[in-house]
């Protein structure tokens, strides 16, 4: 069993960390290309690059969302920021329908999702003034801030020109406007929507500004946790850690800070990324057009990799000594309350599915309480995620495991998976839960929706050791867990067509 | 029209309240347990109606999307779709298939019945395959339901060689709605003491042989002016089955007139209906009496229903026939051909002084919900939140989940139905412990509204 790390030997770690996190970052400010589908282990995944065509599994059954998705739900935590949808009614009412009962769930706030409500006729003739009286229509009417206005499916195939209306009424209206390109079909990928949403903001919203706040960053990319909770959030978590170093958080985006706030983001020192995958792009436009550096960290959960978060910005920011103490102190406390729980998990073999920007942070971390990885999948891998996946490979390689790895998993393929390697419990999202219960695995959802606490951060490496346990000693998952749900997604035969394949 | 309307502006926007066909649509087939929905969508569109479907009282799973990307816009996707079918029969072994179309799927013109055919023939099998129109552009949740519905009449069901004698199949109730497969079940049970079998309850827990007998059954009921309607009238020109059209059974008024009307229908003899009556009534006294307190403060309480019009008008009724609540906003979010006319024939026959809304925007209803400042909102998970922001919480409102998806707010499962004498005793139980919650005695504006003038 590993012992928390002695001081000095913390500080060795730290300095072997600092170079490879300059390495590796210059590798993640990559392009933002999304790679298909991929079924082996962990150290060929890189072979995805390489290939000529994408494979694509024609049948997915997978929590994936679509772009549109991504910038409805960053645009609904901006104040008085009004996200107009120029698409078909159904579109609007099912992100209506999921912010508001997920959004609950998450302390989100509720904001009204107007749509142009495309129809036949506007299928056929176009919806240009439809979309330029609903602009101004919104306007009057809810007299926000700023209507980011959303293009999905409907409007772009048949090609309406939503950047050019925004542009021609910018005098015509009292607010901003921000058009924002998400065409559902565009990309699997809801990070996609959410990293153009933001990288609309640098482009249209923000201003030069004279000043540059020393010592302040611009938290980008947390959305959860805006209305008050009853306990701690992932913000609050970073903002704590943020304090400890003197750090000022310039702007929040999006999330709590209003469109007049965001007009002088370049007025922080560094942009900061909660998640790669989601924040790229605002951090490029951002450095281009107002010379704001970023760092490109990994998202901070688990112990090492919330080191490097802090650490990269430590560095980027010319803080010094007296801010790793801080770090270091955070680290021994973390381990500390951690052995505990390492001391229940150590042994038990885990799954993992999640987004690609935090697997491996998730991954790494389940790896030091001591837990065994048998089935990593990443819901979409991007070139930016492979120098983490590297990290990874390298430490199971180091440590002897060898687990299957599964990109753009289906429901059913992970049915297999289950059948096969009968993991203690699967780390995942929230639709997946269900998957994992109709095979008697106990599921712990480390995306989405919390209610126990922050994930990220020191703090949050806790919750998640918590959760980890939570689930697997919970009486109702494992006496009941198999017979909540009837039946399989897949077929039987599917399942046990070259039965221990995986194993 | 008698009821009052709201003056609405004409928008180019709308903040909608309605769900689209595709909804419906998948909700509808994944109803049924043996059954694959194969989504010929973008990837986003799946998982936003199963993410509703897995918080509610829900638990089938077989689905899959075809995950329309950029190049399958540009190139078509019938290639994918293909694979899609071909694929599904190998992973899921579905007894019936039912093909979802998209607004992506429609634009590009992909011909989606040509590919099931191709399919079917190459894969040689003889499963039912679907293809179910819908494009998210026209209709609403309830089109995509019956598109579903009609669909399972014109491929799946087969003439009956047998018919059965007092038996009937069921419409209009939706099954992930909440405690919808509690409606089933108490509808079923109510039936059951007249002497009749719920042949197919459509949908809710179907397999596919078993829709493909709902010809056998001697009747068709259907608690909508609206969902399962066209898929009646359809069964009774291919197969010669009859249909009921009745009010949803929600209160002791609706429960006993759709009892009455069934036993007149198969001739059942009053007495029994009336036995049946007071026997379920028993609960409902026990409730009346332990509840007594509380029943001061219902007359003249006012109310906003905002629901399908099938649930809006059995909601409606109940409130004013059963409680003495006055229904002051009716809010349709779905509409059948004659449901307005029906509303106002209800408001000739109890006095009402209704305000209503057709196929509402949110806009519309948050301006009605300030005008007509109700006490009570039945609704779903959006209706709270409007209550909210137009501070009716605050003063004290109530607000009651109702069968409407995809908002329910809460958990709602057996044997805690809407329908029937349990459904009354569930409603007035809600109802009596949210006014509880204020204290005692209630502080709810229920209470407020007999002592504070101008309310």
């Given at each position: 069993m590993n012992?928390a ?12 960390r600092?170079?490879?996190i300059?390495r590796?970052?210059e590798?993640?400010k990559?392009r ?7 079924c ?12 000529e065509?994408?494979?694509e599994?024609p049948?997915q059954?997978?929590?994936r969302m679509?772009?549109?998705?991504g910038a409805v739900r960053?645009?609904i935590?901006?104040?008085?920021n009004i996200?107009?949808?120029h698409g078909?009614a159904?579109?609007?009412?099912l992100h209506?329908a ?5 959004g609950?769930?998450?302390g989100m ?6 749509t ?15 979309l330029?009286?609903?602009?101004v229509e919104v306007?009057?009417?809810y007299k926000?801030?700023?209507?980011s206005?959303?293009k999905?499916?409907?409007?772009a195939?048949i090609?309406?020109?939503v950047?050019?209306i925004c542009?021609t009424l ?6 901003r ?7 559902g079909?565009s990309s699997?990928?809801q ?8 990288a ?7 201003e030069k ?12 990319g947390?959305?959860?946790?805006l209305?008050p ?6 913000s609050?978590?970073?903002k704590?850690?943020?304090?400890l ?7 929040y985006i999006p999330?709590?800070?209003p ?17 790669m995958?989601?924040?790229m792009g ?7 057009k107002?010379g704001?550096?970023?760092?490109a960290?990994?998202v ?5 990799p919330t080191t ?10 010319g ?11 955070e680290?021994?406390?973390?381990r500390k309350?951690?052995e505990?729980f ?8 885990f ?5 690609s ?5 998730l ?5 030091e309480?001591?837990m065994i990885?048998?089935?990593i ?9 492979f120098?983490?996946?590297?990290i ?7 440590q002897?495991?060898d687990?299957l790895v599964?990109?753009?998993p289906?429901?059913?393929?992970e049915?297999k998976?289950?059948?096969?390697l ?11 839960r269900?998957?994992?219960f109709r095979?008697g695995v ?7 929706l ?13 919750v998640?050791a ?7 000693n919970?009486?109702?998952?494992k ?12 077929s039987e035969?599917?399942i046990?067509q070259?039965?221990?394949?995986w194993a | 029209?008698?009821v009052?309307?709201?003056?609405e502006?004409?928008?180019?926007f ?6 689209s066909?595709l ?6 087939m994944?109803?049924i347990?043996?059954a694959q929905?194969?989504?010929h969508t ?11 479907q ?7 799973g077989?689905?899959?999307t075809t ?6 816009i540009?190139?078509?996707?019938e290639e ?6 071909t ?8 007894k ?10 429609r634009l590009?013109?992909d ?14 099998t003889?499963?039912p395959?679907l ?8 209709g609403?949740h ?5 598109l ?8 799946v ?21 909440p ?5 089933f079940?108490?509808?079923t ?7 009749i079998?719920v042949?197919v ?5 179907n397999?596919?042989q078993?829709i ?19 898929a009646?009238?359809l ?12 009010d949803?059974p929600?209160?002791?008024?609706n ?10 229908y ?9 036995t049946?009556?007071e026997k379920?009534?028993?609960?409902v ?6 509840g007594?307190f ?5 007359p003249?309480?006012r109310?906003a229903i905002?629901?399908?019009?099938m649930?809006a ?8 026939e059963?409680l003495?609540?006055?229904p002051?906003l ?12 029906r509303?106002?024939?209800?408001e ?6 209704v ?5 509402p ?7 009605a ?5 109700p006490?009570?909102?039945l609704g779903g998970?959006?209706e709270k939140f409007t209550?909210?922001?137009?501070g ?8 009651m989940?109702i069968?409407?998806?995809p908002?329910?707010?809460?958990v709602h ?19 009596m ?11 709810s ?7 504070i003038e101008?309310y």
């Amino acid at each position: 069993m590993n012992k928390a790390k002695e001081p000095e030997e913390m500080t060795n770690k730290l300095e072997e960390r600092r170079s490879a996190i300059k390495r590796v970052m210059e590798d993640r400010k990559g392009r933002d290309v999304e790679y298909g589908r991929f079924c082996g282990k962990i150290k060929d995944v890189h072979c995805i690059i390489d290939r000529e065509e994408q494979e694509e599994n024609p049948l997915q059954l997978v929590e994936r969302m679509c772009p549109a998705y991504g910038a409805v739900r960053y645009s609904i935590t901006i104040p008085n920021n009004i996200p107009l949808i120029h698409g078909t009614a159904g579109c609007a009412a099912l992100h209506k329908a999921n912010w508001a009962k997920l959004g609950a769930y998450a302390g989100m706030p509720l904001w009204p999702i107007p749509t142009t409500a495309m129809g036949p006729d506007d299928i056929f003739f176009g919806a240009e003034d439809k979309l330029k009286k609903a602009i101004v229509e919104v306007d009057q009417y809810y007299k926000p801030d700023m209507i980011s206005v959303i293009k999905t499916c409907g409007s772009a195939i048949i090609g309406d020109n939503v950047t050019e209306i925004c542009h021609t009424l910018r005098d015509k209206v009292n607010c901003r406007l921000l058009p924002v390109d998400c065409a559902g079909f565009s990309s699997r990928n809801q990070g996609m929507g959410q990293d153009r949403y933001l990288a609309a903001l640098a482009e249209n919203v923000m201003e030069k500004q004279d000043e540059i706040i020393p010592n302040s960053v611009n938290y980008l990319g947390e959305t959860y946790g805006l209305a008050p909770v009853p306990f701690p959030t992932d913000s609050q978590e970073i903002k704590r850690v943020f304090d400890l170093l003197g750090i000022k958080i310039n702007c929040y985006i999006p999330g709590r800070d209003p469109v007049e706030k965001i007009v002088t983001a370049p007025k922080a020192s560094l942009n900061v990324q909660r998640c790669m995958n989601s924040t790229m792009g605002i951090c490029r436009v951002m450095k281009e057009k107002f010379g704001t550096p970023y760092v490109a960290t990994c998202v901070p959960i688990g112990i090492d990799p919330t080191t490097e978060f802090f650490l990269a910005i430590i560095e980027a920011l010319g803080l010094g000594r007296d801010a790793e103490a801080v770090i270091e102190k955070e680290v021994k406390e973390t381990r500390k309350a951690l052995e505990p729980f390492r001391q229940q998990l150590e042994g038990k073999t885990f799954a993992l599915t999640v987004a690609s920007g935090r697997t491996t942070s998730l991954a790494n971390l389940f790896i030091e309480l001591g837990m065994i990885p048998v089935y990593i999948g990443f819901h979409f891998i991007l070139e930016k995620t492979f120098p983490n996946i590297e990290i990874l490979s390298e430490k199971f390689k180091r440590q002897g495991y060898d687990p299957l790895v599964l990109v753009e998993p289906s429901f059913y393929e992970e049915e297999k998976v289950f059948a096969d390697l009968k993991p203690d419990v699967f780390f995942c999202d929230f639709a997946e839960r269900q998957v994992a219960f109709r095979h008697g695995v106990p599921p712990s959802q480390i995306m989405g929706l919390t209610w126990l606490g922050p994930w990220l951060g020191y703090r949050g490496t806790v919750v998640l050791a918590h959760q980890a346990l939570n689930a697997i000693n919970n009486p109702i998952f494992k006496r009941f867990g198999r017979k909540m749900y009837p039946g399989t997604y897949a077929s039987e035969a599917f399942i046990n067509q070259k039965k221990g394949e995986w194993a | 029209m008698g009821v009052k309307t709201i003056e609405e502006k004409k928008l180019h926007f709308v903040d909608p309240s309605w769900q689209s066909d595709l909804s419906g649509a998948y909700r509808a087939m994944t109803s049924i347990k043996d059954a694959q929905s194969l989504l010929h969508t973008p990837a986003g569109c799946q998982l936003y109606v199963y993410a509703l479907q897995s918080m509610q009282d829900f638990y089938y799973g077989m689905t899959g999307t075809t995950a329309l990307a950029e190049r399958d816009i540009v190139f078509g996707g019938e290639e994918k779709l293909q694979q899609a079918l071909t694929k599904s029969l190998e992973v899921f072994n579905p007894k019936m298939i039912g093909i979802i179309g998209s607004t992506a799927s429609r634009l590009i013109g992909d011909d989606i019945k040509g590919i099931k055919n191709l399919v079917q023939n190459q894969a040689g099998t003889d499963i039912p395959i679907l293809s179910i129109d819908t494009s998210s552009v026209e209709g609403d949740h309830i089109s995509g339901y019956n598109l579903v519905l009609d669909a399972l009449v014109e491929t799946v069901m087969k003439p009956a060689k047998n018919k059965l004698p007092r038996t009937v199949n069921i419409f209009g109730i939706q099954e992930d709605a909440p405690n919808g497969r509690a409606d089933f079940f108490e509808v079923t049970h109510l039936l059951q003491e007249l002497g009749i079998k719920v042949h197919v309850p459509f949908l809710c827990d179907n397999s596919t042989q078993q829709i493909s007998k709902a010809p056998e059954a001697s009747l068709n009921i259907v608690l909508s002016d609206n969902l399962g309607l066209s898929a009646a009238r359809l069964m009774k020109q291919k197969f010669d089955i009859p249909y009921l059209t009745l009010d949803y059974p929600i209160g002791i008024t609706n429960t006993t007139r759709f009892l009455k009307e069934i036993a007149t229908y198969f001739d059942v003899k009053e007495q029994i209906v009336d036995t049946l009556v007071e026997k379920e009534m028993q609960l409902v006294y026990r409730v009346l009496a332990e509840g007594n307190f509380y029943l001061d403060d219902f007359p003249g309480v006012r109310a906003a229903i905002i629901s399908d019009s099938m649930m809006a008008l059995a909601f409606a009724r109940m409130l004013k026939e059963d409680l003495a609540i006055d229904p002051a906003l009716v809010c349709m979010v779905t509409c059948g051909k004659d449901s307005v006319a029906r509303l106002e024939a209800m408001e000739q026959e109890l006095g009402l002084d209704v305000m209503f809304l057709k196929k509402p925007n949110y806009i519309h209803i948050r301006k009605a919900l300030e005008e007509t400042r109700p006490n009570l909102v039945l609704g779903g998970i959006l209706e709270k939140f409007t209550m909210e922001q137009v501070g009716l919480l605050e003063m004290g409102g109530i607000f009651m989940s109702i069968p409407t998806f995809p908002s329910a707010w809460g958990v709602h499962t057996f044997p805690r139905p809407f329908v029937g004498f349990k459904g009354f005793v569930n409603i007035l139980e809600t109802l009596m412990n949210e006014l509880i919650r204020f204290g005692f005695p209630p502080q709810s504006s229920f209470r407020k509204m007999n002592f504070i003038e101008g309310y």
